[in-house]
């Protein structure tokens, strides 16, 4: 006993399993929120019971008709899955680019990942006149130019002398400027397909039955292995580079290996969602407020509450004009732009 | 085996020569002061020393040449404490602390139950065990660098290299830092290099100081050697009076414009 004691006395204050609880049971509820809200009243309860049937050895019988059934799991649910992914993955890579570059508000859409896929994907609205066969392709497009924007502004931000973190920010939002100018030069010169590019870009959580989901889940699973095995190394990279390699981190190892992992998940969710902003940043910030800066906490509750985060601003994208639906990237930014700002008021940025 | 020894040392900083042909060794147990006036190399010999800039020729870490280990191998045998560390105000001492061990750590491996006892253990060797929770924002200078302190100790290696460990402490927190750094290198038996300001304290801890001036060695030898008025004026281009009492010395500095003997006699 006093054994036991000593060892928990002796161990880092850790992500407790009360935060652990706290996070899931956070996500299981939105979601079921989620799921009761539309247009065909499902009822929380019956929903609840409905998932429970499903559990093997549990005699429960499920109350929904078979379309109810197809509704939520036809519908509803490809919906919430993609909801819980995108935000747990635009929160984390969010955290992750942020202890990565030292700096509170860096987040996915910094180092063109977010403009390099807005120009991937219109390319292809815009060539194949929205035709329904070119939506296929629009994930790879986007997927492609994530990655050629990332890939452009941390060469360019290398090539710069006596380079900083500074220096590759600064990088990113150059490369960003110049491809949403092409973005935007395409999108105008196809004048018939603005309209679709557009919805594109406010960020959508369009599923049609569950191939989103399919497609977008391995990507993200890489990448969330990869950030979760490197949180502790984010926490030493909090002291600088110099003082990091002196511990003996090879820095610019860590660092390129935790920007491919972020950018490559970030890349998976612009694809399938269109361009959702400010999660990256008030995720992670709201859990540091709460829990501390360590990112053996931070990394693994913004996954949980980025995820319920976003399904829950879906659910108000969905029903605040319903029937019509708001771009969710409307309500992420309605919410995120004034918390950003209160960042920005509030944060000491780290130097440079 | 030697803690330390280095032949021929050139270092470049975007093509400007910092460190020109130093050559040294530093014995088991041995505390070296580097001294020599601002933007002399002091701070850039330590680094190569730590294995943080390029070099040319060469510097042996218990035998190895730093080229040739690994970071995590040169963060084993030698730890560094930065003139100006980064200070995460966030973070706590004790998570401070623990990065310290991340050389003994594997890649993504977590910091066991007997690294954080480490922790603490220098933590209390430093006297501020009772800190381990507290927030870096809200510690006091003194209070700041023995946290730094600790971090390099948790590090477990033979050699610490301190880069002007007291600038920015009070003469009560200076004093009291370096008399940690000496009862540690005594029960510790660990050799210490450090590059210091302040050329009374430099007369008064290390056994040995080296004098650089332009990245080159100007004078090494005991302290009452290398800090002579003559010494000092050359290279500092200052007007001091060393004052020797028995072992200890003092370095004064004196306005140049007022004669030395008239401002002295009683």
Known sequence: MIALRHRRMATLPGLSPGWLAAGLGTVLVSALVALAAGPVDLGVGAIARELLSHVPFLDVKSPLSETEDAILWQIRMPRVALGLLVGAMLASAGAAYQGVFRNPLADPYLLGAAAGAGLGATLVIAYSHGEAASRDLRPLAAFAGAMLGVGAAYLLGRSVAGRTTATLILAGVTVASFLTAVQTFVQQQNTDTVQEVYAWILGQLETSGWREVALALPYMVVSWGVLLLHRRLLDVLAVGDEEASSVGIDVSRVRLIVLAAATLGTAAAVAFSGLIAFVGIIVPHAVRLVVGTSYRIVLPLSLCFGAAFLVLADVLARTIVAPAELPIGVVTAFFGAPFFALVLRTTRMVGS | ?266
Not at chain 2, 22 to 49: D, H, M, Q, S, Y
Not at chain 2, 59 to 74: A, C, P
Not at chain 2, 172 to 183: F, I, K, Y
Not at chain 2, 245 to 264: K, Q
């Open chain 2, 1 to 266: 085996m030697t803690p330390l020894a280095v032949e021929g040392l050139r270092v470049e900083l975007d093509s400007a020569v910092v460190v020109d042909g130093l050559g040294l060794e530093v014995g088991e147990g041995e505390w070296l002061g580097i001294i020599g006036p601002n933007g002399a190399g002091k701070t850039t010999f330590l680094r190569a020393v730590a294995g943080l800039v390029a070099y040319a020729g060469s510097i042996r870490l218990l035998g190895d040449e730093v080229d040739g280990l690994g970071r995590r191998d040169v963060a084993r045998r030698v730890a560094m404490v930065p003139q100006s560390p980064v200070i995460p105000p966030e973070m706590t001492v004790l998570e401070y602390v623990v990065i310290g061990r991340t050389p003994h750590l594997g890649y993504t491996g977590a910091p066991a139950a007997r690294d954080v006892d480490a922790c603490r253990a220098a933590l209390a060797r430093l006297d501020v065990a009772q800190l381990a929770d507290r927030r870096l924002g809200s510690l006091s200078g003194g209070e700041r660098q023995r946290a730094v302190l600790a971090r390099a100790m948790a590090q477990d290696a033979r050699l610490i290299l301190l880069d002007e460990p007291t600038t920015a402490l009070d003469v009560g927190a200076q004093q009291q830092v370096l008399e940690l750094v000496a009862d540690l290198r005594e029960s510790r038996a660990l050799t210490v290099m450090s590059a210091m300001h302040d050329l009374t304290v430099a007369g008064q801890y290390p056994d040995r100081l080296l004098l650089i001036d332009g990245g080159r060695e100007a004078v090494s030898g005991s302290p009452a050697e290398v800090l002579t008025e003559e010494l000092i004026a050359r290279h500092y281009g200052a007007s001091v009076r060393v004052v020797s009492d028995g072992d200890t010395i003092a370095v004064v500095p004196l306005r140049p414009r007022v004669g030395a003997e008239e401002r002295i006699e009683p």
